[in-house]
Each structure stands twice: as structure tokens, then as C-alpha cells.
């Protein structure tokens, strides 16, 4: 059996114990998308010594299998549903590496936090709460299948890999929403918009300084939930401030790299720059102006912003035109809500993130995310943008379309679902459609008919440093998901 790690001290008297426990391990295994074959095996040898099958498919996920508990084994099959990649956000100066450390979590007032990185809670907490019902041999339920999916988090490889004879459950348990008494059920689909442009740099000019300037101290956060607050976009801010900068001085752009995921809002973006000498002061008092605009014009929302402007070096500048080319583009280029829905009041319909840049005197390449409730939504927004790049005769690639999960407000497992919340809890749920990305889509469009739902604890702050979990939510959603398997035997659908 493998070894268990021992168990942090932020995680000690946390109850449910079970699913912090496993939590608490998925914190000790690195797990960034596209590298989480550690925690895969670990999780494959964890299953197998406890009598579970456990296979890994094609595409790299990996399924467990437990048989129903006794008299149940005709109930419906049901799927728990959960992904192991998490996103790897760090603030600057933060020696984290998210290649080989551990996540070190805190307890703060009822959450547990992690301060200067993503924590993982999304979509580890679901993991968790899956491993532990694995785990658990007092459950009442029917034929279990795990599905832990790769890769979510770079563009849903996983999913999009899954094959159509896998699963044999009609029933799924998405755990990967974040708002407690809530159940989601539809989501929002979209693909990826890449830019690349080759350049020529040329050599810094005789007789120039070079600078860096650095903009931090936003929020950043997840491109799809967070996306309606108006929070700052770093890339987008600081080429704002490089063009009004060019309108006064004479500046030569060395490089500009911002952001880190795609589905994150930048946080955080640097430009190295050249300068006649003596220009430095010229400089200076120009941040200093434009830090006071953008904190007025963000109060309330990312106020914290920082321009922040130090020596700096580089070897060549990107030739004029391409410097030209590069900003205006940018600058131009959207983010943030295009449309809200008119199906779905208080929900954003269609909208993008430019989510990394990276320019150098060679080259250089970003990318948008972008996500609609409505296919034809995204693809349109897509080729807004790509119309904008192809007119400069950049490179454009769309690609890594995934659908949406359209709702269906007469799905039994729901009216299950609200009425076992409304038995345990003495409340009222609610019903939501989220405009983020749940490999729900893509599941129901290989498995056509089945019924799936989604709900998970309270999280916030995920895709960025500081992110956190309700601790007393991840209690009640462990009792709720018993609760739901105890009573799914009712329903049809069994394979």
C-alpha cells in the first residue's frame, strides 16, 4: 500500500477527516497540468490495495471502480466526476516551484488559505471528496465510477480524450463548482485564439538607458468566474501605459511578458524599455501619474496597483514597426464581457481573456481564452480577433474548441439533489449556470443522455495566490454527496 504523507498541521482536527486527509495529499504531490502522473500512479497503487479497480485510459485519466453496497447493485451507476490538475499561480518573488513543492496551507478564520500560491482546492476538493467515498465502506450507493481527469486546466485534454465506452453510469456528480447551495447545470464552452508574430531586433540605440517597468498588486483571479468584477488586466494596462508613454517620449520596447494561464486574469506584467539618458526622471513622474489614474480608476475593485520602474538591462530593441504593430494591436484587442445573457439573467453570456503575452526583439506570441453559453457566441468572438491580428499579418491559430453544457431544468438527478439539500439542510438551493469552463460539456456530447449535476464547496480566489476553501462548506458537501448516493437508487438510468 503507499505511503500516506504525513498530515500538515493546518489539516489537524478537520473534519470530515477522511477527505482533508486526502486533500492533504494532493497538496504533497506537484500536480500542474500535463505533469500529474505522480499523483495518478500514487492514486492508481491507493485504489488497487483496497480492492478497487482502477485503470488509466488513453488519455491519460484515471478510473476506479467500486461495487455497490450490499442489496444495491441494481441502482443506477453514478459517476463522481473530478479533475487532478490544478493552475499554478504564484506571487512574484515567491521562490515556490510548482515542479517539486509541496502546497503549505494555513488556516485563517475558517478557511484554509494558501498565501503566496494557488492552494488547489480547485478541483483538488473534489478529488478529495470523491477518494473518500471510495474510502468509505458505511456509504449506502449504487455501482460507483471515479472519473479523474487530466490536463483541465490547459485546455481539458482529458476530457476531450475520454472515449465513448468508458463509463457505464447514466448519473454524474460533477464536483467541480464553487458556491455552496448552489447546483449548476450548464456551463460555458470556448477554445483558444493564438497569436505569433517572428520579428527582427534591432541593436539598442547609442546613447540610450534601459528600464523595466513592472505593474502588480492586482487580484488576477479565474478568467471565467471573475471575469463579470472588472478586475485589471495587467498586459492590458501596462500597454495601455507603454502608448501613452510612446505619445511623449521616445521609447524603444525590448521586451513585455505578462501573465502566466491562460484561464488566470493577469496579475502581474513587466516591459523592459530603452530611453535616450536623462530621460529617467521624465520617466519615473509619468508612472508615478498613470499609478494614481489606474488606482482611481480601479478603487474599489484592484486599488493595490503598483507601477514600480528600476535599471534594467537588454542586448537589442524590436524593430519600430514591429514595436508598432505589437502595441497598437494590443491595445485594441478585447477583454472582458463582450454580452450578458438574456436567457440567463445575471449571467455573462460571451467573453475573453488575454491572458499571456510574452515579446521579445525575435518574436513574439499571446493568447486569448475565450467562452460563450453559445457556441456560435465564442466562434464569433474568436474571429474578431484573429481579423484584428490577421490585418498586421500575424499568425492565428484557433483551436481547442470545447463545448458548452446545455441545462436541463427537468434533469431528475437535479429534482433529487434539491430535495435532499432541502431534507438535510432545512434550505433552499439554488440553480446556476456558470460562465466558466466543466468538462460537462464534453462528457454529455460522448455520453448522450446522461444526467449530470454539479456542486462543491465554497472557494474563492481560485486561479490565483490566496486562494481558499470554506472549511465548514467542504463538511456539508461530504454530507450532502452521502446523503445523494443514498437516494439515487430511486431514479432511473441504471446502464
Request: charged share 20%.
Amino acid at each position: 500500500m503507499p505511503a500516506t504523507p504525513p498530515l500538515p498541521p493546518a489539516f489537524a482536527g478537520l473534519a470530515p477527516a477522511p477527505v482533508w486527509q486526502h486533500f492533504a495529499t494532493l497538496c504533497a504531490f506537484p500536480r500542474p497540468s500535463k505533469a500529474e502522473g505522480p499523483l495518478r500512479e500514487h492514486l492508481r497503487a491507493w485504489a488497487e490495495a483496497r480492492g478497487l479497480a482502477a485503470v488509466v485510459d488513453g488519455a491519460g485519466n484515471l478510473i476506479i471502480r467500486k461495487p455497490a453496497s450490499p442489496g444495491r447493485a441494481h441502482a443506477p451507476g453514478v459517476v463522481l466526476q473530478a479533475h487532478l490538475d490544478m493552475v499554478c499561480q504564484k506571487n512574484a518573488g515567491t521562490a515556490h516551484d510548482f515542479s517539486r513543492d509541496p502546497i503549505r496551507p494555513r488556516l485563517a478564520d475558517g478557511w484554509l488559505i494558501a498565501d503566496d500560491t494557488t492552494l488547489g482546492a480547485d478541483n483538488g476538493i473534489g478529488v478529495a471528496l470523491i477518494l473518500a467515498a471510495l474510502e468509505d465502506a458505511t456509504l449506502a450507493h449504487g455501482p460507483l465510477e471515479a472519473l479523474l481527469t487530466v490536463d483541465e486546466e490547459a485546455g481539458m485534454g482529458g476530457a476531450h480524450g475520454l472515449a465513448a465506452d468508458v463509463l457505464q453510469g447514466r448519473l454524474m456528480l460533477n464536483l467541480d463548482t464553487e458556491d455552496w447551495g448552489e447546483f449548476y447545470l450548464g456551463c460555458a464552452g470556448g477554445l483558444d485564439v493564438n497569436i505569433a508574430r517572428s520579428g527582427v531586433g534591432e541593436p539598442v540605440p547609442a546613447g540610450f538607458e534601459t528600464w523595466q517597468i513592472g505593474l502588480a498588486g492586482l487580484r488576477g483571479g479565474h478568467s471565467g468566474v471573475d471575469i463579470h468584477e472588472e478586475r485589471g488586466n495587467a498586459i492590458k494596462l501596462l500597454v495601455r501605459v507603454l502608448r501613452g508613454l510612446e505619445a511623449n517620449l521616445p521609447l524603444r520596447l525590448a521586451s513585455l511578458t505578462g501573465g502566466t494561464a491562460r484561464n488566470a486574469l493577469p496579475r502581474e506584467a513587466r516591459a523592459t524599455l530603452c530611453l535616450p539618458a536623462g530621460h529617467g526622471p521624465a520617466l519615473a513622474a509619468a508612472l508615478d501619474n498613470w499609478q494614481a489614474l489606474l488606482r482611481g480608476e480601479l478603487a474599489g475593485v484592484d486599488a493595490g496597483l503598483t507601477l514600480r520602474v528600476e535599471p534594467g538591462t537588454a542586448d537589442a530593441v524590436l524593430a519600430a514597426d514591429e514595436q508598432a504593430v505589437w502595441l497598437a494591436s494590443l491595445h485594441a484587442a478585447p477583454h472582458g464581457v463582450r454580452r450578458r445573457s438574456l436567457a440567463v439573467p445575471g449571467v455573462v453570456e460571451t467573453s475573453n481573456n488575454l491572458g499571456m503575452v510574452d515579446l521579445k526583439p525575435t518574436g513574439g506570441q499571446c493568447n486569448f481564452m475565450v467562452r460563450s453559453l453559445v457556441d456560435s457566441g465564442s466562434q464569433a468572438l474568436a474571429d474578431e480577433i484573429a481579423s484584428l491580428f490577421a490585418l498586421s499579418g500575424s499568425a492565428v491559430d484557433i483551436s481547442g474548441h470545447y463545448p458548452g453544457w446545455r441545462p436541463d431544468p427537468g434533469s431528475p438527478l437535479l429534482a433529487l439533489a434539491q430535495e435532499v439539500f432541502r431534507r438535510e439542510f432545512g434550505a433552499e438551493s439554488t440553480v446556476q449556470v456558470i460562465h466558466a469552463g466543466l468538462e460537462c460539456g464534453l462528457i454529455a456530447a460522448r455520453y448522450p443522455g446522461i444526467d449530470i449535476v454539479s456542486f462543491g464547496p465554497t472557494i474563492r480566489g481560485a486561479h490565483a495566490p490566496g486562494e481558499r476553501v470554506e472549511i465548514e462548506s467542504v463538511g456539508k458537501a461530504w454530507r450532502l454527496l452521502a446523503a445523494i448516493l443514498a437516494e439515487a437508487a430511486s431514479l432511473p438510468g441504471h446502464a
